[in-house]
């Protein structure tokens, strides 16, 4: 008995309401009709007005439309995962280097990528690019910085960018280690020569001479590699060190 009168009495207030909701509505719209037609009207008898709102509007939407989409993109960063963020613009800076050593394979050069090698011991490193030509084999480590990137001479990595000033890790030390994984398994006569690259080629570097190992932009990766002839490897000697770190490289 108590469940039938609480079904009635929630269908009698549900009833209630629409009907309260339908007069409300019939009631309102007409008064609102009216209060925009009132305006329209008001605009229309005053048209310095409505040409003034017009062109607020428009360059309002002008504005908009001509925004950096750098800074829409960093605007739509301050809603995601730092780490996530620095992850993705490595990823991109590294697909930016690959696709300028591709070109290299066009020069009897073999470019291996994104690549895992484990040494006897069982220490792992992660090398964004190996590249294996006549004049030796580049150990690249890529860094997607924008900014003006100043090396002092202490070899300390500064950044300025859009008017903030930071401290980077040296990426030499990386490098190092990268080197160390290749020595342990390739024969020593092999030259190998590391290598820093910049994908963003707008970045300003100063002060390069104060790094120990080499740091060059992505729009002069090519040249830079190309313009070392101290040595040289055979064909046969390329394919067996591309080898040798296949066999090595895990997944």
């Known amino acids: 008995m108590k469940r039938l009168l609480l079904a009635l009495l929630t269908a009698t207030l549900c009833i209630a309401l629409f009907i309260g909701g339908w007069f409300l509505f019939w009631k309102i719209m007409p008064l609102a009709l009216h209060l925009v037609l009132k305006a329209i009207g008001w605009l229309l008898r005053h048209q310095t007005v409505l040409l003034i709102l017009i062109i607020v509007v428009v360059t309002v939407f002008i504005l908009i439309q001509s925004m950096d989409p750098q800074t829409t993109a960093n605007i739509d960063n301050n809603t995601v995962n730092p780490q996530d963020a620095i992850k993705k613009a490595g990823e991109a800076g590294e697909r930016e280097i690959a696709y300028q050593l591709s070109w290299l394979t066009m020069q009897e050069y073999k470019v291996i990528n994104n690549v895992k090698?484990?040494?006897?011991?069982?220490?792992?490193?992660?090398?964004?690019?190996?590249?294996?030509?006549?004049?030796?084999?580049?150990?690249?480590?890529?860094?997607?910085?924008?900014?003006?990137?100043?090396?002092?001479?202490?070899?300390?990595?500064?950044?300025?960018?859009?008017?903030?000033?930071?401290?980077?890790?040296?990426?030499?030390?990386?490098?190092?280690?990268?080197?160390?994984?290749?020595?342990?398994?390739?024969?020593?006569?092999?030259?190998?020569?590391?290598?820093?690259?910049?994908?963003?080629?707008?970045?300003?570097?100063?002060?390069?001479?104060?790094?120990?190992?080499?740091?060059?932009?992505?729009?002069?990766?090519?040249?830079?590699?190309?313009?070392?002839?101290?040595?040289?490897?055979?064909?046969?000697?390329?394919?067996?060190?591309?080898?040798?770190?296949?066999?090595?490289?895990?997944?």
């Open 117 to 251: 090698l484990v040494q006897d011991e069982g220490l792992i490193q992660q090398f964004d690019h190996i590249v294996i030509g006549p004049n030796g084999i580049f150990n690249i480590e890529t860094k997607n910085y924008a900014g003006t990137i100043t090396i002092d001479q202490h070899g300390n990595w500064i950044r300025e960018k859009n008017g903030y000033v930071e401290a980077l890790t040296n990426p030499s030390s990386q490098v190092y280690r990268h080197r160390f994984i290749l020595e342990s398994f390739l024969d020593s006569k092999y030259p190998i020569r590391d290598l820093i690259a910049i994908a963003n080629d707008k970045t300003i570097i100063k002060g390069q001479e104060n790094n120990p190992i080499p740091v060059v932009r992505s729009d002069l990766l090519i040249h830079y590699i190309l313009q070392n002839n101290e040595s040289s490897l055979t064909q046969e000697d390329i394919e067996n060190i591309y080898q040798n770190i296949i066999s090595r490289s895990q997944q």
